[in-house]
């Protein structure tokens, strides 16, 4: 089975940073993923992990420990367009490609 | 190039009619997947197609829900007979053919179709 856990909600102030947490207990792993989804609209990807460590992306940065079953996903120098719901999905070993999703954390970003 | 296309982007029924959801995936995508997202709730996977064949169906309910991917065209989900419980966003992603852990198994969403079942 598949449990992954991450905040609901997090609030933060605009140029501040926010990390955002996310813990999975999956039977195999293949990969975790990050996605921001504003309101309304499709899930857009951020970044994708599947060795250990940190990648860095522009503004954002994702880190993975396979052996601590923990991500996060590092938002710096925050915007009030980056308020939106940030997904961590876990993707199992090939040939599965479905995805597990956690219920997703919603960043609220404060002038 | 066009990202996923959803369609309807919202959808309103009755209870017991049928309702249809259409998904078109991005130019070169061969695989496609549906996801119901229900509120404060994460996406659920429900079906994974390539054309003309479900790979796996496992997250879809066994009555009233059917999907397919014809050669040409679309892939549909169906729902017969609509109830309550249905109401929901439903989600299309695609990605291109291929295995193991490459950048290019990501997965793209479409905007979501949001059905209203009264």
Known sequence: ?111 | NAGVMQNPRHLVRRRGQEARLRCSPMKGHSHVYWYRQLPEEGLKFMVYLQKENIIDESGMPKERFSAEFPKEGPSILRIQQVVRGDSAAYFCASSPPGQGPLKENIQYFGAGTRLSVL
């Open chain 1, 1 to 111: 089975g598949q449990n992954i856990d991450q905040p609901t909600e997090m609030t933060a102030t605009e140029g501040a940073i926010v990390q955002i947490n996310c813990t999975y207990q999956t039977s195999g792993f293949n990969g975790l993923f990050w996605y921001q989804q504003h309101a309304g609209e499709a899930p857009t990807f951020l970044s994708y992990n599947v060795l250990d460590g940190l990648e860095e992306k522009g503004r954002f940065s994702s880190f993975l420990s396979r052996s601590k079953g923990y991500s996060y996903l590092l938002l710096k120098e925050l915007q009030m367009k980056d308020s939106a719901s940030y997904l961590c999905a876990v993707r199992p070993p090939s040939p599965d490609y479905k995805l597990s999703f956690g219920a997703g954390t919603t960043v609220t970003v404060r002038a």
